[in-house]
């Protein structure tokens, strides 16, 4: 009998009855064994396939959280807490489930009433109290349109209504205080505050954005800088970027299938002029053919006097004396005199009146004629109104690297452009920005080298890389699983189904007789197996000294398993 065989059944006399009925039935042990098992992997199993808890919502209050547990519950969805209670954690795969079915029960609350407010309203409530459950509704639809966006996490905001007077003197405009709680490690930009103080604007009458202040969590005013910008809005810079990137990918797109993807890189700098000019242009110029121009308005006016002669001569004794005979010679009617004549005849006349003879017709007469013609001005009007966002002028800087070849040993080498590939470069690089030298406009080709650690990225090693890592957690939960198995298996339960199922050799060693060779004894040359069966009779001989009562009680169950 081996040392360990004769110590345990020594110690455990009580427990042969036990040990005896699992020897009685082989199949007990296995099955125990085998359920057990069974039941470790099973737990690894679910263990290895526990769900991901996610975040449902965090910072609950006390109204809220209860409210949102008592309907998980309802829903059979497992909860947990994490952070001191400050978050409530949910299966990951159930939290866009939890979210919509909590939203259609009005889950959560939070702490900010909206206009639900004037729901139950009682009768008889006086119009002050009225106004303080209107002015408390919108500032909770305000504090809840503000947490929508999501770099807020919460937000309180104060609105200031002053009462309404009928006196113009007397009337002031509204104010109002916005309280943001942002997400740690966020922050809002200059845009999102300007829509934001434009939000609340909007939604309170006769509300400024100049009159609303806004602040964060950390006591920083954040309305100051929406302030100051003196017109200048977010959306101008994003413009100015957009024009330059837009010229900045018409130049490559042009010169890379020439050069090579990575072999040119162009920068552009957009000077853009946001004015807004509107002006009137009325000029009047005199007309320069008269011929060709417009007649407004023709006025002619024709005035017409004949009746006796006026009294005339010479004042004095010679008017009473008549006057001599016409000298004029005497013509044919029908032909008209000569020049010579006329004006003999014009000299008569002019004599005879002085003279005081008679003037030939009926007396002197006066005719008068008078026209006025109005043309129309030569007028121009010109009204030009130029929008925002024009182009006052462009700088564009363009690189271009020296072009790779390959000599006849096969080595790669670099070689710069000629002036004629540059002057190429250059002109498409012209027409492809719109150049324009009345506008300013500036350009600078460059051919240069590009270094060669400036755009090479090393590449993560294969244990780095993020989905290597990711099947490599995979793969170690279940190999894990795996090891524990066969340790609980080699370890635990296949030593145990060995020495409770097969005790025969144990005894027979100690009794000195063998039914047949053992496993250990079977590979062991004679000499080794003489020397172990005199030990196990020295230590059955040492045992029986120290303890002859065991050894007794032991001899005795022998034999009453040899009598039956």
């Not at 109290?129 to 349109?145: D, F, V």
């Not at 000569?338 to 008569?348: D, E, F, I, R, V």
């Not at 170690?476 to 097969?502: D, E, N, S, T």
Request: proline letters at 6%; charged letters at 20%; hydrophobic letters at 40%.
């Amino acid at each position: 009998m081996s040392s360990a065989a004769m110590g345990n059944e020594a110690a455990l006399p009580n427990a042969l009855p036990w040990l005896e009925q699992l020897r009685a039935n082989p199949r007990l042990p296995l099955m125990i064994g085998a359920s057990a098992a069974v039941a470790a992997v099973a737990a690894m199993w679910l263990w290895s396939r526990a769900p991901d808890y996610g975040v449902l919502y965090s910072n609950l209050s006390d109204r809220d959280g209860g409210a949102i547990i008592a309907s998980l519950q309802q829903m059979n969805i497992p909860y947990k807490f994490a952070a001191g209670g400050g978050a409530l954690l949910v299966a990951a795969d159930k939290v866009p489930e939890a979210r919509l079915r909590l939203a259609s029960q009005g889950l959560p609350k939070g702490g900010s009433v909206g206009f639900e407010l004037m729901d139950n309203q009682k009768f008889g409530t006086s119009q002050f109290a009225e106004q303080i459950n209107y002015q408390r509704a919108l500032e909770g639809e305000l504090a809840r349109s503000i947490n929508s966006i999501s770099a807020v996490e919460s937000a309180r905001v104060h609105l200031a209504l002053p009462k309404p007077s009928l006196f113009v003197r007397d009337q002031k405009k509204p104010s109002a205080s916005v309280v943001l709680s942002l997400h740690r490690g966020r922050s809002l930009d200059e845009g999102q505050i300007s829509a934001m103080v434009h939000l609340i604007s909007s939604s309170v009458p006769e509300l400024s954005s100049k009159s609303i202040t806004v602040v964060d969590q950390a006591g920083n005013l954040l309305s100051a800088a929406n302030a100051g910008t003196r017109g200048l809005d977010v959306t101008q810079l994003k413009y100015s970027q957009e024009i330059e990137q837009g010229y900045i990918r018409r130049i490559e797109a042009i010169l890379q299938p020439i050069v090579g993807a990575n072999n040119v890189h162009a920068q552009v700098a957009a000077d853009i002029d946001f004015s807004v000019v509107e002006n009137t242009d009325e000029k009047y110029r005199p007309n320069q053919d008269p011929g060709s121009a417009a007649v407004r308005s023709q006025q002619s006016s024709e005035s017409g006097q004949q009746g006796a002669g006026a009294v005339g001569g010479v004042p004095g004794a010679l008017t009473n004396q008549p006057g001599p005979d016409p000298v004029a010679p005497i013509t044919a009617p029908g032909k008209p005199p000569a020049a010579a004549g006329a004006g003999q005849l014009k000299m008569t006349t002019e004599l005879g009146a002085v003279m005081g003879a008679p003037a030939r017709g009926t007396g002197p007469a006066s005719n008068r004629k008078d026209t006025t013609i109005n043309y129309e001005l030569d007028r121009s009007i010109r009204h030009v109104q130029q929008g925002a966002g024009g182009i006052k002028r462009l700088s564009v800087a363009v690189v271009v690297n020296y072009r790779s070849t390959v000599n006849a040993q096969g080595k790669r080498t670099s070689q710069a452009l000629s002036a004629a590939e540059l002057t190429q470069i250059q002109n498409l690089v012209r027409e492809s920005m719109g150049f324009n030298a009345a506008r300013g406009d500036s350009l600078n080709v460059v051919n240069s080298a590009f270094a060669s650690d400036a755009t090479d990225t090393p590449e993560l090693p294969v244990w780095r890389q993020p989905d290597n890592i990711e099947m490599a957690k995979a793969g170690g939960k279940y190999l894990l699983l795996g090891i524990l198995a066969l340790y609980i298996w080699f370890a635990v339960l296949r030593p145990l189904l060995r020495k409770h199922l097969h005790p025969v050799p144990a005894q027979a060693a100690a009794t000195g007789h063998e039914e047949g060779p053992s496993a250990n004894t079977v590979a062991e040359p004679p000499e080794r197996q003489a020397e172990r069966h005199l030990e196990n009779i020295r230590y059955a001989q040492e045992t029986a000294a120290k303890e002859p009562r065991a050894v007794a009680m032991l001899i005795k169950h022998w034999m009453g398993e040899k009598n039956a």
